[in-house]
T-cell receptor, first 117, second 113 residues
Framework: GDSVTQTEGQVTVSESKSLIINCTYS????????LFWYVRYPGEGLQLLLK?????QKGSSRGFEATYNKETTSFHLQKASVQESDSAVYYCALAPNSGGSNAKLTFGKGTKLSVKS | DMKVTQMPRYLIKRMGENVLLECGQD?????MYWYRQDPGLGLQLIYISYDVDSNSEGDIPKGYRVSRKKREHFSLILDSAKTNQTSVYFC????????????FGHGTKLSVL
């Protein structure tokens, strides 16, 4: 089956410093999967942060970026300068790209980002 | 308003009791989902509903059943709850089964004692 592995547990970063949350994936599908980052801000439900469906492409949103690397099967999330408002739990996810029910997402365990001022 | 609403937010039940978790969405989305998340694990798909009375098992359906009689409502039922069903349950919806932009509720924290 499919699986997603991301930076474990909690990451603490000082405001204005850079961030990277690692994500690697594994799939048994012949086709390359679609990749996503979801985020859950305190008191809110998970929401889509960004998605990339083409290997080699980069997605970006709210200052965050992630590049789909099919060689290393990675989709790391990066931000050059974090803010306190970025404190949240971030989930890497994949969906099979085999037509039909693409929305059966497989999620990683989540990484809690705490930004300290 | 683009909202997924879950009720209740917190629930404590005894082993063997029946549990009903309710979910509603106001976006007329076709597809709805139930996930659970346990500490140290990712979200696991329990059931997916493609529309009214069109439900399909996810990865961990055992011990659960679902009901979708109206497009905007999707219920998760635990008949005779077990302690290992203590978890946080998330409901989500998407425009269709091929649209990966899921909208999630806040979650229901269920404790089965």
């Amino acid at each position: 089956g499919d699986s997603v592995t991301q930076t474990e547990g909690q990451v603490t970063v000082s405001e204005s410093k850079s961030l990277i949350i690692n994500c690697t994936y594994s799939t048994t599908s012949i086709a390359y999967p679609n990749l996503f980052w979801y985020v859950r801000y305190p008191g809110e439900g998970l929401q889509l942060l960004l998605k990339v469906i083409t290997a080699g492409q980069k997605g970006s949103s709210r200052g965050f970026e992630a590049t789909y690397n099919k060689e290393t099967t990675s989709f790391h999330l990066q931000k050059a300068s974090v803010q306190e408002s970025d404190s949240a739990v971030y989930y890497c996810a994949l969906a099979p790209n085999s037509g039909g029910s693409n929305a059966k997402l497989t999620f990683g365990k989540g990484t809690k980002l705490s930004v300290k001022s | 308003d683009m909202k997924v609403t879950q009720m209740p937010r917190y629930l404590i039940k005894r082993m063997g009791e029946n549990v009903l978790l309710e979910c509603g969405q106001d976006m007329s989305h076709e597809t709805m989902y139930w996930y659970r998340q346990d500490p140290g694990l990712g979200l696991q798909l329990i059931y997916i509903s493609y529309d009214v009375d069109s439900n399909s098992e996810g990865d961990i359906p055992k011990g659960y059943r679902v009901s979708r009689k109206k497009r905007e409502h999707f219920s998760l039922i635990l008949d005779s709850a077990k302690t290992n069903q203590t978890s946080v349950y998330f409901c989500a919806s998407s425009l269709s089964s091929s649209n990966e932009r899921l909208f999630f509720g806040h979650g229901t924290k269920l404790s089965v004692l």
